[in-house]
């Protein structure tokens, strides 16, 4: 039977939501598969490659593997960008500019003819040609965080998620180069078309559902017309899902029900608290096709 290759990052931060993404789409990997570097799914034909992450685009632009998961960071370090085909909102961070905190520098003008240690050169040579900076790249293979105090470089270029690195080293932003996330990348040649592109469509569904949670509570009939208005006001533009309300019978209540940005979650219930709403449960969605 012909499978589906999976390349997955072997261990690191994209590890864990990678193998989430797999199960929230209702594939599951046989128990055990931690130190091994090809796995079979359980219930479906696919196979998983566990890799370093530099090396996935490789794999997937030479077709050894179908689909894959990765940073857009390591993707367009390497150009080959024309493998990204969806957005996945996990592994979020932002390639950034950095120098010592009692540096003088306020932006990348700054940084004309200064050296900038970095493990993303090309990233980086991108965004200075942009703003016309001629800079000298050092490009180093880690602990860039380091180096303005080692004096191999007046700046820094490195990913940055909460900042703790920068803030422990000492370290503080001036100007942001790249914004990234996980990607899943797709071989364009894949001789699998039909199979990669159902796993795609089960891939989206299931990353729209994450954005949101479903909401359900109860309220008297004559709240329903503000609820309601609120709830149609904040709706996600996304999806074209009206509120629902369904009458109790012989009762003052009507149980009502919606589908709000998580982001938005804790304000719509302290609002509908104000209108009384009553037993308000909020559940995940498991899928949402638009
Ligand atoms: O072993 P392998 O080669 O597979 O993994 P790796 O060590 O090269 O990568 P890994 O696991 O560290 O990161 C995988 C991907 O996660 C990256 O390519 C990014 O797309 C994404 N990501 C998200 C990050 C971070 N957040 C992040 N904070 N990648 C790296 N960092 C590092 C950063 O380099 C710096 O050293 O974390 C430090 C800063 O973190 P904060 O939280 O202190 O700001
Ligand atoms: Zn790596």
Do not use: W
């Amino acid at each position: 039977m012909t499978k589906i290759k999976i390349a997955l990052q072997k261990s690191g931060r994209l590890h864990v939501e990678s193998i989430k993404t797999l199960n929230d789409c209702g594939i599951y990997l046989n128990l055990c598969y931690k130190d091994k570097l090809r796995v079979l799914a359980k219930n479906y034909p696919i196979e998983i490659f566990f890799l370093r992450d530099d090396d996935i685009p490789k794999y997937i632009q030479n077709g050894i593997a179908d689909i894959g998961i990765v940073g857009k960071n390591v993707v367009c370090e390497q150009q080959k960008d024309f493998l990204i085909k969806e957005r996945l909102g996990f592994g979020v961070c932002k390639l950034v500019l950095a120098i010592p905190k009692d540096s003088k520098y306020k932006n990348v003008k700054d940084l004309f003819g200064k050296r900038i240690a970095t493990t993303y050169p090309n990233l980086l040579k991108v965004f200075l040609k942009k703003h016309n900076i001629s800079s000298d790249i050092v490009s180093i293979s880690g602990s860039v965080e380091m180096t303005p105090d080692l004096k191999v470089a007046d700046a820094i270029c490195d990913i940055v998620s909460s900042g703790e690195t920068l803030f422990k080293n000492n370290l503080k932003e001036i100007d942001q180069v790249f914004l990234s996330e996980a990607v899943l990348l797709c071989c364009p040649e894949s001789n699998k078309k039909h199979l990669v592109n159902m796993l795609l469509s089960r891939i989206i569904v299931v990353k729209t559902a994450r954005k949101y949670k479903y909401i359900f509570f109860f309220a008297t009939k004559k709240k329903l017309d503000k609820i309601y208005y609120f709830l149609m006001k904040n709706k996600p533009m996304e999806i074209k899902i009206i509120p629902i309300s369904i009458p109790i019978r012989n009762s003052q209540y009507i149980n009502i029900q919606s589908i709000v940005e998580e982001n938005m979650v804790f304000q719509t219930i302290l609002k509908l608290k104000i209108y009384g709403a009553k037993n308000i449960i909020v559940l995940p969605i498991q899928g949402i096709n638009i």
